[in-house]
Every structure is written in C-alpha cells, then in structure tokens.
C-alpha cells in the first residue's frame, strides 16, 4: 500500500509569492494534519482536519489556511511567503482524530523561499 | 514557547551500548507520549508511545521510561546499532479545555544520535 504522498516534493519561491502543498493520505484514514520543520527544530503543529472539518489550528498567521477534500486528501496554502517560511512541511495521516492513532508522515515538501 | 524539552542535542554511541534520551514537559494537560525517529530525507515514524498511566514500555531493544511526578520521560535504546543513527524526537499531545483531544502533537527539539560500528 502507498504510504502518505506529498508533491511538489522540492518547491523555490520568491517572498511575496503564494503556494499550495499537496498531501494524499494513506487509504482509510480519515485525518490530516499538517506539521512545518525548520532545519535543526522539531515539527510544529499547523493544522488537523478530520472528516473535511477543521479540528486544530496551531499557533501560525491567517497566512496559512488549509483544506480537506471529500476523498480525505488536503491542501496547505501560505500567502505573502516570507524568508522564515523556508522549511519542511510534513503532511501526516491517521485513521482517527484523536491522536492517539498512529501517525505516519509523508516525506515532505521542502520549501525555499528566496 | 518550548512546551517540550529534549536533551542531550547530540549523541555518540558505540556500538551495542546504551543510548538514552530525555524528555521534560511542564503542561499536565499532556497525556500521549510517543516517540518518533528521522532519518534524512524522511518523514518522521513512530517508534513507541506511553501514557502517563505507565511507568515503563517496553518494544524490542526501544524502552520509554516514564516519571509521571517529575513530568520527565525517556528512551532507552539497548544494544545500539550503526542502523538507529538519526534525529530522535520526543512528543507530547495536549487533551483540550474540554477533555476531548485532536492530533496536536508538541514536538521536542530532536536528538541526532551516532552509533559508532
């Protein structure tokens, strides 16, 4: 089975510009939740969608916003991309909402920001 | 706001020694404890997890020790191989004001541990 996809997997941007960062979870799970590592840093909690709802935000600006489609797969969009937007950005799927379930991460999307 | 504090940074290993890693957390409102590893190019994976409600974990040569009243928490890594260099990470997830829990995890800072052949 396909484990959590993300694309674009390497992605160059200019600050001022917006992007969208793709994740497909793995089949049957229900929840998505989006994690930004800086280099040398753990993962910082973003977002969780659960059944296309929103169930978490973490603490990052309106820049960010995100969405779940009907077949569980997800966006993450930043607008107005700064330098300190340049990281990892890990999407990360679970059967459950709780999280408790076992997570698994994608691979990630890494983002520049020049 | 670092909720999560993981030591040491770096770690070095011989091969077949005892590797550990330690965590503190001060937000009693934590009730998931998992650990995750990353290796280079990769997403993080879930290693083992504990609740507060145990003291110790155990799977294969990975054991989470778990100290409820001093809100510290640690991995052991027994018989260490050339295989389990990567960046290990602590993480907590926070029940909510209303006593229900979503996917949040809080992450610590990451220990890059060498295992020395």
């Known amino acids: 089975d396909a484990g959590v996809t993300q694309s674009p997997t390497h992605l160059i941007k200019t600050r001022g510009q917006h992007v969208t960062l793709r994740c497909s979870p793995i089949s049957g799970h229900k929840s998505v939740s989006w994690y930004q590592q800086v280099l040398g840093q753990g993962p910082q909690f973003i977002f969780q969608?659960?059944?296309?709802?929103?169930?978490g935000r973490g603490n990052f600006p309106d820049r960010f916003s995100a969405r779940q489609f009907p077949n569980y797969s997800s966006e993450l969009n930043v607008n107005a991309l700064l330098l300190g937007d340049s990281a990892l950005y890990l999407c990360?799927?679970?059967?459950?909402?709780?999280?408790?379930?076992?997570?698994?991460f994608g691979s990630g999307t890494q983002l520049s920001v020049l | 706001q670092q909720q999560v504090k993981q030591s040491p940074q770096s770690l070095i290993v011989q091969k077949g020694g005892i590797s550990i890693i330690n965590c503190a957390y001060e937000?009693?409102?934590?009730?998931?404890f998992p650990w995750y590893q990353q290796f280079p190019g990769k997403g993080p994976a879930l290693l083992i997890a504990i609740r507060p409600d145990v003291s110790e974990k155990k799977e294969g040569r990975f054991t989470i020790s778990f100290n409820k009243s001093a809100k510290q928490f640690s991995l052991h890594i027994m018989d260490s191989q050339p295989g389990d260099s990567a960046t290990y990470f602590c993480?907590?997830?926070?029940?909510?004001?209303?006593?229900?829990?979503?996917?949040?995890?809080?992450f610590g800072q990451g220990t890059i541990l060498t295992v020395h052949p």
């Open positions: 993480a907590a997830r926070e029940r909510n004001a209303g006593g229900t829990s979503y996917g949040k995890l809080t």
């Open positions: 969608y659960y059944e296309k709802e929103e169930r």
């Open positions: 990360a799927s679970s059967w459950g909402g709780s999280g408790t379930e076992k997570l698994f």
């Open positions: 937000n009693t409102a934590f009730d998931y």
